[in-house]
């Protein structure tokens, strides 16, 4: 089913005649439970035209690397032969992803994009809406509720939207059906990337080789569908009492397949859903964090134009860390020691080692990370750019909703003023005296250790200090 609500056109122009619907994929790269690619397909049927699929690649996103393109190329890969075997080209085109997709919408019926809630993202589709010659409708599908629906302003906490979700959350969760395309496009002679892996693409792509790939993630819905399986097999029975352990990782590590939308949100509640013999409760905390939590930061970022900024924090936070911007900050560390896992601190040296190595790190330790790095900054300013940068670079789920929420959250974004102390202001603070209360984390360091020995595809600490 595709709810109205998950619809909008984002031009004035109608749907005119034409040899083709394009699907234009960005954001949501899945073949299957795409409400994009469905409603493209039931459009194209309706007309009697065939679907076609189109991704422009460009060398040059904000910030991303051969780390981020490697994985990304591997989950086209994948959406390209399941395309295939629904009878659907991929057309893949190398530049601007607007260039390629109007010269592709001047023989087109109408395009069909997913939604992308970054500024980039959004400033591609207004340059597309403003230039195609056809309807430009775009379709909300990496969301369980969409963003309006669940509320028209910027939340202040997790609190605030969490009863707004649930009050329409079984409206959307319910399953979105695969339709059959009457008409082929794979016939079609359109000008294209011929490429036959994700090496000759990368090959070909001059993007920036500083941070290798990893070996812990592999790209594609068919590795995030065996990641899922996993976890409903294994973990999820484990979720509410062990999620936070640093030690073990009980977490379902489906962030960077969500991030590069290789995996449906709403397909991952419904599955979780519906797994039987695990206990209710654990169920409804990996919904919570999956929905409420995760569209907080689609509500964020959506609702706030300085996300990415020191502007994005709540004003409280904002002036209580000005208070204390002046405290004595012993020790401090540079850049290059913090990306380099150099500090006086093994928790945080482990949990930065993770991230550089796996391009992922447990969601605790994320929390903990983000903290040490403004205790250690020269100033609360320079903290935050540091971590968005850190973040940005090494993280397979950096540059996302959800993440620039996360940091944004070590900064008070999203949190409630704390007792006041040196440095932090009035906000939350954490010591690693708290780690080891609550968890073993000599065993999360001997784990961290482990896949540094194991992970020989990682490498690549260096990059230049943010301005």
Not at 282 to 310: H, M, Q, T, W
């Amino acid at each position: 089913m595709i709810q109205d609500e998950r619809v909008r056109r984002l031009n004035g122009a109608e749907m005119v005649r034409g040899r083709y619907v394009v699907y234009w994929m960005q954001a949501s790269q899945r073949a299957e439970h795409n409400h994009a690619l469905e409603f493209a397909v039931r459009t194209a049927n309706e007309r009697g035209l065939p679907v076609v699929c189109y991704f422009g690649l460009t060398a040059d996103f904000p910030q991303a690397n051969l780390r981020h393109y490697t994985f990304m190329l591997e989950g086209l890969d994948d959406v390209r032969q399941t395309l295939a075997a629904r009878g659907i080209r991929l057309v893949l085109r190398v530049g601007p992803p607007f260039e390629g997709l109007i010269d592709l919408a001047s023989r087109a019926a109408a395009v069909v994009v997913d939604r992308g809630y970054l500024r980039v993202q959004r400033k591609w589709r207004r340059r597309a809406a403003a230039e195609i010659p056809c309807v430009l409708i775009e379709v909300e599908t990496d969301a369980v509720v969409p963003v309006e629906v669940a509320s028209e302003k910027e939340e202040y906490a997790a609190a605030t939207l969490r009863p707004k979700i649930r009050r329409q959350m079984d409206r959307f969760l319910v399953p979105l059906k695969h339709g059959k395309v009457k008409h082929d496009s794979l016939g079609l002679r359109l000008a294209g990337e011929n490429w036959t892996s994700p090496s000759t693409l990368l090959k070909k792509l001059e993007v920036d080789p500083s941070v290798a790939p990893v070996a812990a993630f592999r790209g594609g819905a068919s590795a995030a569908r065996e990641r899922l399986s996993s976890f409903v097999r294994e973990n999820l029975r484990d979720y509410t009492d062990l999620r936070n352990e640093p030690g073990l990782e009980v977490s379902s590590r489906l962030s960077p397949y969500l991030h590069f939308g290789q995996i449906s949100p709403l397909h991952v509640a419904l599955t979780v859903g519906k797994a039987r013999g695990k206990p209710r409760a654990c169920k409804e905390d990996f919904l919570e964090e999956l929905i409420v939590r995760r569209e907080l930061g689609l509500n964020f970022v959506r609702f706030n134009p300085a996300y990415d900024s020191f502007r994005a924090l709540p004003a409280w936070a904002a002036q209580s860390l000005a208070r204390h911007a002046r405290d004595k900050r012993e020790p401090t560390y540079s850049l290059k020691n913090l990306e380099a896992a150099r500090t006086h601190d093994p928790y945080w040296n482990a949990a930065m080692t993770e991230m550089l190595v796996t391009g992922y790190m447990h969601n605790y330790m994320r929390m903990y990370w983000g903290k040490k790095i403004l205790e250690w900054s020269p100033t609360p300013e320079k903290a935050l750019k540091t971590a968005l940068y850190l973040n940005n670079k090494y993280f397979l789920d950096g540059r996302d909703p959800n993440s620039f929420a996360g940091v944004a959250w070590c900064f008070g974004k999203h949190d409630r003023p704390w007792t006041e102390r040196p440095i932090f202001g009035k906000i939350r603070y954490m010591n690693a005296r708290g780690l080891e209360r609550k968890f073993d984390m000599d065993a999360y360091v001997r784990r961290v250790r482990a896949m540094e020995r194991g992970d020989a595809r990682s490498s690549g600490r260096s990059g230049r200090e943010p301005d």
